[in-house]
């Protein structure tokens, strides 16, 4: 997931406002980071500048292979409850390296331990960047949400493909003629391109989360900040091969797969929350 964003913001934040509050101006700079093998790879990342070191230094990094398995009931985690107002203003965003929806201020979150997290953005990544047993998915999306104190709680959501008209994801097909827009502009270093999609319904997205794992984490992009509490529902969503080609024809060769490889759990523990256990 992302937070703290390479780009200069300068131009872009008077369109955002609030929704940037996340981006760190000290990281103001072009992408300097790759998900190819090499200097700007995923295994230096921690190298490329010192803000980006728990990359390679973090000891509770994200992605993680989710082993169902392994995974320990906790009858104390809550269930999972997204509150969301029914309709969200957004604004679809091109970061360069991946695809994003910023909403406007006000539009809810969720709650963990008492503590309230608003939700400020998601965005998707393809491939999948968490595994279960193993397994990488075609996509996954993260709904990140921010307490007042700075800290960070995503939920993520993977996507398959499905195969009958009825499977493509409701939510995605209103965004196709944004990223369709999106994906004939040119894109330009150090420029973020954003079109702005109007109010969406955000129901379906709040959907199938009787069943989730949980554990403690970090950003799965520079700076790989840790503390960040990770929910993965169980459920794998439907998605088209064309949506999943939507959401990488906005992104330039570099950055189409945009995973980040796979991270040692040393020795945390999955917890599970099922309603029905
Ligand atoms: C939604 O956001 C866009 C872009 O920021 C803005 O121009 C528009 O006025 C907003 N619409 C509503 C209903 O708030």
Redesign the pocket.
Known sequence: MISKISFSVVSISL?LGLALATIDEEQAGEVDFSYINGPTGPSNWGKLKPAFSPCSSGKNQSPVDIKTNDAVLNKNLAPLSLKYTALA?A?LINWGFIMGLHF?EGIGGMEINGKNYAFKQLHWHSPSEHLIDGERYAAEVHLVHEAEDGSSAVVAMLYQYGNTIVDLDPFLAKLKPGFEKLSKEKYEKNKVSQV?V??LPTGHITRNTRKYYRYVGSFTTPPCTENVIWTVLHKVRPISKEQVAALKAPLTAEYKNNARPEQQLNGRQIELHDELE
């Open positions: 369109f203003n604004t406007d702005p109007g109010i």
